[in-house]
């Protein structure tokens, strides 16, 4: 018997998501070391300080379950964003947030909107409940186009909306003025999933206060996760801010424990651990100038990036006499660089870099520089 086949149809369908190769599966695959991994956007720095003595101290109390309605981080989290517990919902890591809001209000039949090139998760959780995806054209230099996108939101009838700001895997940034004029046109029974993951690494100029827009907005879902700015990507812990009666919902399907001591405690000091903040954000831009200025001097396209990554366009097959993006990405796996290609984001000519140490980006572009002589 298939026992595949006990499962619903648009299970069955689904593509699981593919995350960037590990450092230790290249080492076995090639017997090569000093591999610098630049796939997955991740911290360079690791985690904070203050997050590592806090892990430590848990620690010693790992034999008990963890504190189910996580007191101590929402209490630092009511306290950082001036609002009640209960529109607070923890999550083992911000994509269980995103499967959480898909869970707690999609059916079959459901329809959500995001774009094209946006997060791969928001169509694999819509999938996953039996919704239709409806991908809209980022018809505005790779990135959202608020406009199309509430157009079908009204005639499609949509139960739900994902917005990414900024844009994963392309790096591209709305404004708060965009953001508030599809706030405010969108149907209000539409639920508008706000992904905030690389919100951090926006400089000050750019900032806005989303979190203060639940009050006019009792559609929205802010989520943010500890993965990015505050290294703590291997604990796996994130929050969604929502009004009372959004946030009763996603709490009704997320599991018990869902976030455990460790992830707790480490977020609750990452979050004091200002300092660490601005120290990642001042070597993301530094290594963000230092790969583009690269990029440049190789004679590559990228895309303007806001988050702690950028995607460079490799000439595609036709224009390169058959060495493309995919090509370059086993190159450079070979010379110990592990990139991401973004083929299935509908990018088959770019790869995603995520920002490191100055000696990680000077190995990634001297190892690109390398690659492309050879396929020149």
Same mark, same amino acid.
């Given at each position: 018997?298939?026992?595949?086949?006990?499962?619903?149809?648009?299970?069955?369908?689904?593509?699981?998501?593919?995350?960037?190769?590990?450092?230790?599966?290249?080492?076995?695959?090639?017997?090569?070391?000093?591999?610098?991994?630049?796939?997955?956007?991740?911290?360079?720095?690791?985690?904070?300080?203050?997050?590592?003595?806090?892990?430590?101290?848990?620690?010693?109390?790992?034999?008990?379950?963890?504190?189910?309605?996580?007191?101590?981080?929402?209490?630092?989290?009511?306290?950082?964003?001036?609002?009640?517990?209960?529109?607070?919902?923890?999550?083992?890591?911000?994509?269980?947030?995103?499967?959480?809001?898909?869970?707690?209000?999609?059916?079959?039949?459901?329809?959500?909107?995001?774009?094209?090139?946006?997060?791969? !998760?928001?169509?694999?959780?819509?999938?996953?409940?039996?919704?239709?995806?409806?991908?809209?054209?980022?018809?505005?230099?790779?990135?959202?186009?608020?406009?199309?996108?509430?157009?079908?939101?009204?005639?499609?009838?949509?139960?739900?909306?994902?917005?990414?700001?900024?844009?994963?895997?392309?790096?591209?940034?709305?404004?708060?003025?965009?953001?508030?004029?599809?706030?405010?046109?969108?149907?209000?029974?539409?639920?508008? !999933?706000?992904?905030?993951?690389?919100?951090?690494?926006?400089?000050?100029?750019?900032?806005?206060?989303?979190?203060?827009?639940?009050?006019?907005?009792?559609?929205?879902?802010?989520?943010?996760?500890?993965?990015?700015?505050?290294?703590?990507?291997?604990?796996?812990?994130?929050?969604?801010?929502?009004?009372?009666? !959004? =946030?009763?919902?996603?709490?009704?399907?997320?599991?018990?424990?869902?976030?455990?001591?460790? =992830?707790?405690?480490?977020?609750?000091?990452?979050?004091?651990?200002?300092?660490?903040?601005?120290?990642?954000?001042?070597?993301?831009?530094?290594?963000?100038?230092?790969?583009?200025?690269?990029?440049?001097?190789?004679?590559?396209?990228?895309?303007?990036?806001?988050?702690?990554?950028?995607?460079?366009?490799?000439?595609?097959?036709?224009?390169?006499?058959?060495?493309?993006?995919?090509?370059?990405?086993?190159?450079?796996?070979?010379?110990?660089?592990?990139?991401?290609?973004? =083929?299935?984001?509908?990018?088959?000519?770019?790869?995603? !870099?995520?920002?490191?140490?100055?000696?990680?980006?000077?190995?990634?572009?001297?190892?690109?520089?390398?690659?492309?002589?050879?396929?020149?």
């Amino acid at each position: 018997m298939n026992y595949s086949e006990l499962a619903p149809p648009y299970i069955r369908a689904i593509a699981p998501y593919q995350p960037g190769k590990p450092i230790a599966e290249l080492e076995r695959e090639l017997g090569i070391s000093g591999i610098v991994k630049l796939a997955s956007n991740e911290n360079p720095l690791g985690a904070s300080p203050l997050a590592m003595a806090a892990m430590h101290a848990a620690m010693s109390d790992i034999a008990r379950y963890p504190d189910g309605s996580g007191f101590d981080l929402k209490t630092a989290l009511s306290e950082r964003y001036q609002i009640e517990f209960a529109c607070i919902v923890l999550g083992n890591g911000s994509n269980d947030l995103l499967e959480l809001a898909a869970r707690a209000f999609l059916a079959p039949g459901d329809k959500v909107v995001y774009a094209d090139h946006a997060f791969a !998760v928001y169509a694999l959780a819509t999938q996953a409940a039996g919704a239709t995806g409806i991908s809209v054209p980022a018809t505005k230099g790779f990135g959202h186009d608020l406009s199309a996108m509430l157009q079908a939101a009204v005639q499609h009838k949509v139960k739900m909306v994902f917005i990414a700001n900024p844009n994963n895997p392309t790096g591209t940034f709305l404004g708060a003025v965009e953001l508030l004029d599809f706030l405010r046109a969108v149907p209000p029974q539409v639920l508008v !999933v706000l992904d905030e993951a690389y919100n951090e690494y926006l400089p000050q100029n750019l900032r806005y206060d989303s979190v203060s827009w639940l009050r006019e907005f009792p559609n929205l879902i802010i989520s943010r996760t500890f993965s990015k700015a505050y290294g703590l990507a291997g604990l796996r812990v994130g929050y969604a801010l929502a009004g009372e009666l !959004v =946030a009763d919902m996603l709490n009704r399907v997320r599991q018990p424990f869902n976030v455990n001591s460790v =992830a707790q405690a480490a977020a609750v000091a990452a979050l004091q651990d200002e300092d660490f903040v601005r120290q990642t954000c001042e070597l993301n831009q530094a290594g963000m100038n230092q790969i583009t200025q690269g990029l440049k001097r190789l004679g590559l396209e990228f895309i303007p990036s806001y988050g702690n990554f950028v995607c460079c366009r490799i000439a595609n097959p036709a224009e390169s006499g058959g060495k493309g993006a995919g090509q370059m990405y086993r190159r450079l796996l070979e010379l110990g660089v592990i990139v991401r290609p973004i =083929a299935n984001y509908g990018m088959p000519d770019y790869l995603r !870099v995520s920002i490191g140490l100055e000696s990680e980006n000077e190995k990634f572009l001297s190892a690109l520089a390398q690659a492309l002589g050879e396929a020149a």
